[in-house]
């Protein structure tokens, strides 16, 4: 197929990528950009699907929750020209002349993306591209001085993407298109084009290095590349160094899944969140109105980020091993003190400590509101506290593989069953029942992760009988004990 046909000539038995442009009029896809871009005011109106809406809650949360090591997926299907005229859309709505000049490149870049996918989708149903034909692309974090702080870079990892796109030819004439996106950390020009020359693509370096990976897709075949993008970022790691995975060092991220498990583990991470996305959905959509009737871009932005920031709040609490990764290092101790919060239902205590160290935060740095919440409920919109997002969150929360936090507890360190707030059965039972198990004695090989961060505990003379009382029948039971502080 794909080597007999149209690739025959172009690609040797022992290639299994090609440059699009090989196939595609380079030249004329970029023409056919800048002519969408200076006609995009007349353009038809388009309705944004309920999916868009979705696809961009579930983004806009993931995105912020993980640095590296996650694979989203998107499946956009419809009749293929309305599929293409969806995303054209999206895309061309997001070009901003107002924009930084290299970020309206990349821009640029992505709506030829776009145009080079449409080819490929239009080479599958003409049938002389095989049906397993994607298009991949490496998408490397820009020198930050060049985008400034334009959202959705990830500058303290570098943080970049390897994506693809997939065509599936349904049999009611539809089409499925399938994008696959993968984060990595450091991502660099070393590592993609060391990736590009192996596989035999050959690159112009006239540009920033962003850019040049930007312009330059390419096409494989599912059947050479049998886990899809998943092979291209495990030949982007080959490429970063020894004992790389998702751009970090294995030993810097043992939480980081094998290849293998990638697109399972990533399901079950999305699905975690699952119920706060329709809630995100609505809001959007309710705003896309409200903007019809006043609200300006500025203020209907401003208030989903605020809606997204209190989400990620109270993921957060409901699972602290999220809070580094979204909030940073310093903030994440104050997130294992809200998880224990929650735990014994103090959900008031735990809002107000977040909000008094907000200041902690370190990689959503949002500005100031726009809006308060209370003003927001008031014109009626889909808004929530951050008590009724932690209530929602744990009610739907299932129980996963993690470690608990209570720090006296006994499956410590070892992994065990945990629920909301990262706190194993055992110990929320104890909540439940206002036995503090956080009041306990601590053995000495439980590991203290956040010890240095967190404030000392003021304990009263009750609690520490009920130590001692605790203690005595440890040591009964036979084991070693140190007298906590
Ligand atoms: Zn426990």
Redesign the pocket.
Known sequence: MLREGLIAEQVTEQRAMLAASELFDREQIEDQAWQLIQDREGRPFVEVPRQEYVDNGRTALMEALTEAGHLSRVEITGNPEEVHQQIMDRLLSGWSALLPEHEQKRRFLEICEELTIKKQQDGILAGWLPEDTELGLISDCPPEELVGNSIGYRFLNRKGMARSSAIRVNHDGTITRIIEQVSRSNSSAISTFSFLADNGIVVERNEQPDLVALGTPFLYRRNDLVDGIVDVQRQLDHWSGVGVIYGDKKTDKPQHVAYERLREESARREDETECYINDLADLEQELAKRKDQGLTQAEALQIYKDEVVRILDAVCMLQPDYAEVTFGKTAAPIFYLAAEMVARGEFAAADSLVQQHSNLKQTITFCGMSISLDQAKELGLPVNSLGELVTKGKEKMKFKTGV???KS????PGK?E?GPCS??????FRFDHNDD?TKDFILFDKPEPQESEEPAKVISLQEKRAQKEAASELVEQGSTIAVAA
Do not use: F, L, M, S
């Open positions: 608990c936090i209570v507890c006994d499956t410590r065990t945990v706190v194993c059965k055992k110990c929320q198990p």
